[in-house]
């Protein structure tokens, strides 16, 4: 999406961003040369969409997945901070080009499901997408953990994008069904889910029988538990000056990704997506500056 940062009639900022795209930047930067990450969503043929595929490209992601939607134009989102410090986000996309993605017979993504070795999603994919495309993408899901590779599904819950909060939860069970590793920001499935407690939602994510499960709770210990092995508590980083958010679970994924894609353990991957983290909320901005996180690489 495009991102207008700024006060209403004021001066804004331009700039670009969104959950996949964060952690797709931030992995393609984790990775050192040894993973490519691929992007797959859909841009307009506007001079707006043009331009944020030339900024992707430089921020190194492989743009052949994406589609050029002939009168579609990218979601746009605009941030302002309130009179309380508190950053209010206005989005635009009930239009997007990317909510057009699987509008048509074969996708550019499932035309080569055989190259994948690992796919990415989150809730805000799903939600995007009309039901026909959550069912195309939940069917390609399924399709590439059958030849091997590895799905993992981010449970990025905002109720707003979603008008039924039945269809959001039969569509993340679906979405869990298929996936071979769930990063679970445990709020977000206590909102989804209607647990009265953080407690329950966490045994809930516990119960998921997922293969691979990580519950991120804010600065308390990430949990993480690979197929029948123990559940490992790791310590979050103590972060000081937390100045914003924004990213933080983005992050974490490509950290965590990053580190399982090369065969850590997912203790250690959890270690390493919890130092990005902290590092990213010590700092402004979804992407922050590579010298800023050049000493973690
Ligand atoms: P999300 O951004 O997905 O809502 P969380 O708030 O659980 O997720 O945060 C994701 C990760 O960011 C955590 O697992 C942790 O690594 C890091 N994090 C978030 N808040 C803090 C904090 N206050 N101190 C240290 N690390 C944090």
Redesign the pocket.
């Known amino acids: 999406m495009l991102e207008l940062n700024g006060a209403a009639f004021g001066a804004m900022q331009q700039s670009y961003g969104g959950d996949t795209f964060n952690t797709a930047v931030y992995l393609t930067r984790c990775g050192a040369g040894a993973i490519k990450a691929w992007y797959a969503t859909a841009l307009g043929d506007d001079a707006l969409s043009l331009e944020l595929e030339r900024r992707w490209a430089q921020d190194g992601l492989a743009l052949d997945l994406v589609r050029h939607i002939p009168g579609r134009m990218p979601g746009l989102y605009q941030i302002q901070v309130d009179a309380q410090g508190e950053r209010r986000f206005s989005f635009w996309r009930d239009n997007s080009a990317a909510k057009a993605y699987f509008e048509i017979a074969e996708t550019p993504l499932e035309a080569r499901i055989g190259e994948w070795d690992a796919f990415y999603f989150s809730g805000i994919s799903l939600a995007i997408l009309p039901a026909d495309g959550q069912n195309r993408l939940l069917a390609f899901a399924q399709a590439l953990r059958k030849r091997g590779a590895t799905v993992v599904f981010?449970n990025?819950y905002r109720p707003s994008l979603w008008p039924d909060i039945a269809v959001a939860r039969d569509c993340f069970s679906r979405a869990f069904a298929v996936a071979d590793t769930a990063?679970i920001?445990?709020?977000?499935h206590q909102a989804l889910f209607g647990f009265d407690s953080l407690a329950l939602a966490v045994a809930a994510a516990q119960d998921l029988g997922v293969f691979e499960v990580?519950i991120?709770?804010?600065?308390a210990p990430?949990l993480v538990r690979s197929g029948s092995g123990p559940w490992h508590s790791v310590p979050?980083?103590?972060?000081t000056n937390?100045v914003d958010?924004?990213?933080?679970?983005?992050?974490?994924?490509a950290g965590y990704l990053s580190r399982r894609l090369r065969g850590n353990t997912p203790e250690d991957a959890?270690q390493f997506?919890?130092?990005?983290?902290?590092r990213?909320?010590a700092h402004h901005g979804a992407i922050i500056p590579l010298d800023a996180m050049a000493d973690l690489l």
């Open positions: 981010d990025n990063l920001t445990a709020d977000d990580v991120k709770r804010g600065a990430t979050t980083q103590t972060v937390v958010t924004t990213a933080a679970g983005d992050s974490f994924a959890t997506g919890n130092r990005l983290a902290a990213v909320i």
